[in-house]
């Protein structure tokens, strides 16, 4: 079974861009997580979807945002980029089917995202 | 809220040598609790986990008890090797209405030298 995807894996950007980072999480899984992950703060929850639906936010300015496409790819955006966006953006799959029990996650190998 | 406290790194050892990173939480019940493993260049991945007070979790000759009265994870290996340099990161789960929400600790970096 191929395993969570994300692409691209390296982007380069300038303040003040946009970008857009794409998850393909694994066959049948429904849950996508996102994480950002910096020297400075560590791994951080950015926020999580499932069926196509938001299901939990992180701490995070509305400049990211996310979204869920009904095959389960999701991306996620993040608009008028600054300097401390630069990070390594890991999304991660899972069945996700019942918030009473953990639903193992299986991570990508992340985006890494340099801004200028 | 919920939180998660590691040992900062890096640790350095020698290969065949004992290793114990400490973690400890902050959560209000009672949580499942993780070790993560991410080597160079890579996603994380799930080492091992316990969902409930005193259950041990194993893989790869790494362990860690889930101790409720001291709020502790740590993780232990008996002789570790250069392939176990990597960052390992404490994590916990906190069963909520919905979500499925993972709060880490900051990692630890780990190098083993031969």
């Known amino acids: 079974k191929a395993g969570v995807t994300q692409t691209p894996r390296y982007l380069i950007k300038t303040r003040g861009q946009q970008v857009t980072l794409s998850c393909s999480p694994i066959?049948?899984?429904?849950?996508v997580s996102w994480y950002q992950q910096t020297p400075g703060q560590g791994l951080q929850f950015l926020f999580e979807?499932?069926?196509?639906?938001?299901?939990n936010k992180g701490n995070f300015p509305g400049r990211f945002s996310g979204r869920q496409f009904s095959n389960s790819r999701s991306e996620m955006n993040v608009s008028t980029l600054e300097l401390g966006d630069s990070a390594l953006y890991l999304c991660a799959s899972s069945l996700g089917t019942s918030g009473n029990v953990y639903n193992e996650q299986f991570f990508g190998p992340g985006t890494r995202l340099t801004v200028l | 809220g919920d939180s998660v406290t590691q040992m900062e790194g890096p640790v350095t050892l020698s290969e065949e040598a004992f290793l114990t990173i400490n973690c400890t939480y902050t959560a209000t019940g009672y949580p499942s609790l993780f070790w993560y493993v991410q080597y160079p260049g890579e996603g994380l991945q799930l080492l091992l986990k316990a969902t409930k007070a005193d259950d041990k979790g194993s893989n790869k000759g790494f362990e860690a008890t889930y101790r409720k009265e001291t709020t502790s994870f740590h993780l232990e290996k008996g002789s570790v090797q250069v392939s176990d340099s990597a960052v390992y990161f404490c994590?916990?789960?906190?069963?909520?209405?919905?979500?499925?929400?993972?709060?880490f600790g900051g990692g630890t970096r780990v190098l083993v030298k031969p």
């Open positions: 066959s049948g899984h429904r849950s």
């Open positions: 994590a916990l789960f906190m069963i909520k209405a919905a979500g499925n929400k993972l709060t």
């Open positions: 979807y499932f069926s196509e639906t938001q299901r």
